[in-house]
Nanobody, 129 residues
């Protein structure tokens, strides 16, 4: 049973920075995909950033260059560093994890909510202008 617990959500001014963390426990996948989704009020949940077991990262175009996702193996912690925050970044941020699919080109990870069976309960980020 994979257990994910997010922390770090807060209220910040536009242009500021915030770091989110997710404590990860219980997974035994040798090939994995972990990452962050977010859901703004009245909008659908969307993927933000994903990292796989080969440390390859993927970013939603709207956050590329501003957000950095990383995984600390020793601490079993998934992090998301968010810089140059914009009001559009506001929402509940969810940590996700699931098996990755090894391919000849690296690990294949889903960008859909249905591709992840393990979710944290979320942490709120509010960016004010």
């Amino acid at each position: 049973q994979v257990h994910l617990v997010e922390s770090g959500g807060d209220s910040v001014q536009a242009g500021g920075s915030l770091g989110l963390s997710c404590a990860v426990s219980g997974y035994t996948y040798s090939s994995y995909c972990m990452g962050w989704f977010r859901q703004a009020s009245g909008k659908e949940r969307e993927w933000v950033a994903i990292i796989d077991s080969e440390r390859t990262t993927r970013y939603q175009i709207s956050v590329k260059g501003r957000f950095t996702v990383s995984y600390d193996n020793a601490a079993n912690r998934l992090d998301l560093q968010m810089n140059s925050l914009e009001p559009e970044d506001s929402g509940v941020y969810y940590c996700v994890a699931d098996r990755g699919t090894p391919t000849a080109f690296g690990v294949s990870c889903s960008g859909s909510t249905t591709g992840y069976s393990n979710w944290g309960s979320g942490t709120q980020v509010i960016v004010s202008s």
